[in-house]
């Protein structure tokens, strides 16, 4: 569920880390209102997380739970976001505050009855201005956010033991059908494997030699879910058990079928023989982290994008640290290539694998993207000179 807005509200929620702090203030987050809040020592001033103002650099932050805690650290209050009153002052903080909680309460109505129509005229507001408020604030739109609760009703029935069937109708969906179509993407898994903790996936794995090290591969019967790169096999073993506690995990030394194709195309990518790299993948995620997954993998062989250009390309220049953090999650090495994002300036830094590798696999496609196309430029003088 969403984080609760207003001071009296946000106190009682858990207290964000400095990561999480230094997003909201870069995403004008109004869910952390009351949370916290943020002074800069150039200025000598404090805010609330969605202050207006502009936005200082992260050095010149300090974090404090409290007004009263920046004030004796020798801060003075912001006159634009007033962060002495207790109450909420985002121009439209409140007015979303009131549509997730209408969501939250009759998210288990008919699918479908939370339409933006009707979501709109309880708020009091027209149509297009809620769905472009709503998605401005919380990042997703009204009936995303809507989803998002319902699949949480659904997974904490199912936590609770009762039937899938008990479980899909009293969380809203209309039908089975409904619920099962589009449960392996949201999920990772089907409704009565997710019920049962995921204790009936079945994983097979193998790991070999590649160019950067050792290489793990491991897929469900749908497709690969994990792809890792080290120097110890425990090691990237260890790593997939903690991924998948509760699965039924092998180790396949001379894989076969779906397995091995996929090792081959992994290795001959790594020695830059395959630039396309197309496997069929099995991943949980979050539809934000598939926004920005997809976001990498369109981004050509031998190129790079910087975050802050991956956070623009999805629609959320704000959206830094987030974008971070998705990318920073990927499960998959190499398929979905989260070393061509680099800082603003091209150095490199963050990957999970290591540093070294992600500099060496830049390397090495962009010397072959470099040798294909000087390829491409002798084919075509050829033709034009009638050589072929």
Known sequence: MMTQQGNSNSRGMRMADEESRWHAVLARDPSFDGAFVYAVRSTGIYCRPWCPAR????????????????????????????????????????????????IEANVGGLEGSLTLDALSAEAGVSAHHLQRTFKRIMGITPHEYAESCRLGELK??????????????????SSSSRLYEGAPARLGMTPATYGRGGRSMRINYTISDS??????????????????LGDSDAALEAFLRHEYPSAEIRRDRLPR????????????????????????????????QWRVWKELCSIPYGATRSYSQVARAIGRPKAVRAVARAIATNPVAVVIPCHRV????????????????????????????????????????????GQR
Do not use: M
């Not at 009263?68 to 505050?97: T, V, W």
């Not at 904490?156 to 969906?173: C, F, H, M, P, R």
């Not at 950067?212 to 890792?228: D, I, Q, W």
């Open 55 to 102: 936005r200082p650099r992260r050095q010149e932050v300090l974090f404090f739970p409290e007004p009263a805690d920046a004030e004796q650290a020798g801060f003075r209050a912001c006159r634009r976001c007033q962060p002495r009153d207790g109450s909420p002052h985002h121009p439209q903080a409140a007015l979303i505050e009131r549509v997730c909680r209408y």
């Open 156 to 173: 904490n029935g199912l936590k609770k033991g009762k039937d899938v069937t008990s479980a899909l109708y009293e969380a809203g969906y």
């Open 211 to 228: 160019p950067l090290g050792r290489l793990l591969v491991a897929a469900t019967e749908r497709g690969v879910c994990a792809v890792s």
């Open 257 to 288: 079928g779906g397995l091995n194709q996929a090792v081959s195309r992994i290795l001959n990518h790594l020695k830059g023989q395959g630039p396309s790299l197309h496997l069929s993948l099995d991943l949980q995620a979050t539809a934000f």
């Open 342 to 385: 680099v800082h603003q300036d091209g150095s490199l830094s963050g990957y999970r694998w290591g540093t070294e590798r992600k500099r060496a696999l830049l390397e090495k496609e962009r010397i072959a993207a470099t040798d294909s196309e000087a390829k491409d430029v002798r084919v075509v003088s050829k033709v034009v000179n």
